[in-house]
């Protein structure tokens, strides 16, 4: 394995889709609590990233690597196939969802934790029909969803991060392509994908 293949599987590694999530969440908890100049802010931002991280992020890490005989490699190799991981997921963004829904902190920020959460779904309904990539399809959601945040809050509101979210993007297609795992039409049509779950995701707030 050269190098370029052996950084490819780190980029991969660090673009797991359970990290991304809690990447987003540090970001749109940030965000939302600078724009609503909560007292005790500190206080808020490191519990509620503890709880993120415990219950959406380690919480299925562990169920999954129990499942499959406490290997992470048969975690590796089978979590793809598998409904029931799925499952999990979807279970664990939906107990987090709920938690930090009830803070109304803003309609924004709901909408940022149902990303993970239908993302989660996709698989379950599309996996049989197309070539799903799960982390192509939560980073184009997050991608797009920074995107209408700069638009919302364009007055407080740097490019930076939506910069940072296609950079990152491009990273994580880069590791694909030099592993030789998906094609470029199975890439990009998982990044619309999850483009379009976003701009459902925004309707289904608006209405409700």
Same mark, same amino acid.
């Given at each position: ?11 991969? %590694?660090?673009?797991? !889709?359970? %990290? ?34 415990? @219950?959406?992020?380690?919480? !299925? ?45 803003? @309609?924004? %920020? ?14 379950? @309904? ?40 296609? %950079? ?15 094609? !470029? ?24």
């Amino acid at each position: 394995m050269n190098i370029e293949q052996t950084l490819a599987k780190r980029i991969k %590694f660090v673009f797991n !889709p359970l %990290f991304i999530a809690v990447y987003s969440f540090v970001y749109y908890l940030l965000l939302m609590v600078l724009l609503n100049s909560y007292k005790d802010a500190t206080s808020i931002v490191l519990k509620s990233i503890t709880l993120y991280t415990l @219950v959406s992020c380690l919480f !299925p890490i562990f169920i999954i690597y129990i499942l499959n005989n406490n290997s992470f490699h048969n975690a590796e190799v089978r979590v793809k196939s598998s409904n029931t991981s799925y499952v999990i997921i979807c279970i664990s963004y939906l107990v987090s969802y709920m938690y930090f829904s009830m803070l109304n902190i803003s @309609v924004w %920020f709901n909408m940022g934790l149902l990303i993970p959460l239908y993302v989660s779904l996709i698989p379950l @309904v599309l996996r049989k029909k197309t070539t799903i990539i799960y982390e192509i399809i939560i980073m184009g959601a997050i991608t797009f969803y920074v995107f209408l945040l700069t638009i919302q809050y364009y007055y407080v509101f740097s490019i930076f991060p939506l910069l940072i979210s296609i %950079f990152c993007s491009g990273l994580l297609v880069y590791s694909y392509r030099i592993q030789n795992l998906y094609t !470029p039409n199975q890439t990009i049509l998982n990044y619309l994908i999850g483009c379009l779950l976003t701009v459902l995701i925004l309707f289904f707030v608006l209405i409700i």
